[in-house]
């Protein structure tokens, strides 16, 4: 999968949201788009990475700090 092919499918869940909500009020999307894409990613980078925090910061491109507050946000152990 590439970057195209991520993007087209995050476009296809937005317009079924959107769909979906049937003439309700949007609210709060990109926090809702975040969450559902950041905790997946989060949980297999660092299955990718064996628990060791420093390696998935590194792949991640993110400060050690960061990864461990996100971590605890979503109760990734």
Do not use: W
Not at 38 to 54: I, R
């Amino acid at each position: 999968m590439n970057r195209s092919d991520l993007a087209s499918s995050v476009k296809l869940s937005l317009d079924q949201y959107f769909k979906d909500l049937d003439g309700e009020t949007p609210h709060a999307v990109y926090d809702m788009v975040l969450s559902c894409i950041e905790k997946p990613l989060l949980e297999y980078v660092m299955q990718h990475a064996a628990g060791n925090q420093s390696k998935a910061a590194e792949i991640l491109d993110i400060n050690r700090n960061t990864l461990r507050k996100k971590l605890q946000q979503y109760n990734i152990q």
